[in-house]
């Protein structure tokens, strides 16, 4: 009669099985989660995907009332000479 560890896989055969199941299970929870990514980002709009000129951001910061009307015109003409102040 033969014993169970003479022809059989032995503690390499254990690791090796052990490896594999880790391995198996790493796949499955990475294909789950690569699924959900890329469901949940086709459902989302695109938040500001293009970016927006600063005097636009100006103008609707005037607009809402952030800023009266001296400032928007003080920061309109910065933007408009590319950043120097315009002495009057």
Do not use: C, K, N
Not at 55 to 81: C, K, N, P, S, W
């Amino acid at each position: 009669m033969m014993g169970w560890y003479q022809d059989g896989v032995g503690w390499g055969g254990w690791i090796v099985m052990s490896l594999v199941m880790v391995a198996f299970w790493a796949l499955v929870v990475f294909a789950v989660v690569a699924i959900f990514r890329g469901t949940s980002s086709s459902t989302r709009p695109a938040e500001r995907s293009t970016t927006r000129d600063p005097m636009q951001i100006l103008e609707e910061r005037f607009a809402r009332g952030e800023i009266d009307a001296e400032e928007y015109h003080a920061r309109a003409d910065v933007l408009r000479t590319g950043g120097r102040p315009v002495t009057r």
